[in-house]
């Protein structure tokens, strides 16, 4: 952990005053002015040393918990500052400093949105922890820190500042979106449940085998496995109209994606987005993200590859929280460029905040391929291009106005 000492000594006591006091002591050999000049030495020493020794052995690291959160909740920054050295401290204070877009969690008005002050005195070889709520109000990738120390010697003559610089980072989640009916196909797709039962399976897609039973086809029975098993086996296939979905979240809100841009709509395509994954990841689906957005951080185009489980949604609502309102480029182009990585069959969930005719050819073109398509938009549908859509099987859907306020 770097430090960076800074001394500025302000109202020091001037040893040149001890000095003085001594000379003349030694010069008139009075015994009051012995005394004064005795106690000002003892004086100077005790401000030198323990002004000296005040930041010495003190070490302090700061982290946050938890380091994951949804937009608008207080996760909780601990200060731990241990005092190694057997000299106590009279008074020290510790100043951390907040990141942009991280606020104290209750600003009295005309106070200092930027940092948290706290203070309090040590012993010798003690340990303090101190825990400071702070809050996060919008979703992104944040930092705080550096954390300043500040001590002086025990009689308040002088003053020893240090800077320890730390930088731990929490990551807010999109909120969730106050959706008006979770039971429709364009916000909850989640229609084709891991019991439906019907589906074609696909003797391309192997998945593993099972116990031999009556009435099972003679060849779909796996002679190697049921060799090593000694137990006949029956293969499994996965069906043909798969349980996966993939989330293609579009933040381009016009046809001119490289000059405009439309910061709430983005906003709006990503709560609601977020709130799609969560579902679908609650419904023990696999879940994967493709976007045209630029990372805020990173300034690349991120990705999350479809799997199933706590570390796929983590990924897909990192995605989305670190997710900036500028496209890389049109959303169809993008799109139809990872149509052979898109598993065969499987559910793509299409979340934009307007839907052109780019993006609805596009759409049409992934349902030929033999995916369930479903669109969420957040601007109104053309009447043509919602005919259009139906005619091919394109399942789509518009927020309410109220959906819309509640997302921002």
């Known amino acids: 952990m770097e430090t960076h000492p800074v001394d500025p ?24 002015l012995i005394v004064l000049a ?11 040393i323990t002004g000296r020794l005040a930041l010495a052995a003190v070490d302090a690291r700061v982290t946050l918990t938890p380091d994951r959160i949804v937009a608008g909740e207080l996760p909780v920054a601990t200060v731990e500052i241990v005092n190694r050295k057997p000299i106590p401290l009279p008074w020290l204070e510790a100043r951390l ?11 009295l008005p005309g106070t200092p949105h930027g940092w948290i002050d706290c203070g309090f005195p040590m012993r010798g070889r003690e340990r303090v922890v101190v825990r400071l709520p702070v809050r996060v109000p919008a979703r992104g990738a944040y930092a705080i820190g550096p954390l300043r120390l500040r001590a002086g010697d025990w009689l308040g003559f002088t003053q020893t500042e240090r800077t320890v610089a730390l930088a731990p980072e929490v990551i807010a989640y999109p909120a969730p979106l106050a959706v008006r009916d979770r039971a429709l196909a364009s916000l909850r797709p989640l229609a084709e449940t891991a019991t439906r039962r019907g589906l074609v399976p696909d003797p391309l897609r192997f998945r ?14 796996h002679w190697k496995a049921s060799a090593r098993l000694r137990e006949l086996q029956t293969k499994l296939y996965e069906p043909a109209t798969s349980l996966d979905s993939i989330f293609l979240v579009n933040v381009a809100s016009y046809e001119q994606y490289w000059i405009q841009a439309d910061p709430e709509a983005a906003e709006l395509v990503v709560s609601a987005a977020a709130e799609l994954v969560r579902l679908a990841a609650a419904a023990g689906r696999q879940v994967g993200l493709v976007t045209n957005g630029i990372d805020n951080l990173t300034h690349e185009r991120p990705r ?16 989305l929280a670190r997710l900036g309102p500028y496209a890389v480029g049109a959303p169809e182009t993008v799109f139809l460029r990872e149509r052979g990585r898109l598993p065969w ?7 934009t905040p307007r839907l052109g005719a780019g993006l609805a050819n596009a759409a049409v073109a992934l349902r030929r391929a033999h995916h369930r398509v479903l669109i969420v938009s957040v601007s109104d549908i053309p009447a043509a291009l919602a005919a ?19 997302a921002v």
């Open 38 to 48: 005795f106690g000002a030495v003892i004086t100077w020493l005790v401000v030198e």
């Open 304 to 319: 999350s590859a479809l799997g199933r489980g706590p570390r796929s949604l983590t990924r897909s609502l990192e995605i």
């Open 388 to 406: 259009h859509l139906t005619v091919h099987g394109v399942t789509h859907d518009v927020l309410t106005p109220r959906e819309r306020s509640a």
């Open 97 to 107: 400093f907040l990141g942009e877009g991280v606020d104290p969690p209750n600003p």
């Open 345 to 351: 069959g499987a559910t793509l969930v299409i979340v």
């Open 9 to 32: 000594r302000t109202g020091r006591f001037p040893w040149q005053a001890a000095v003085l006091f001594v000379a003349i002591a030694a010069i008139t050999r009075a015994p009051a």
């Open 208 to 221: 593993g085998v099972r116990p031999h039973r009556r009435g099972d086809a003679r060849k779909e029975i």
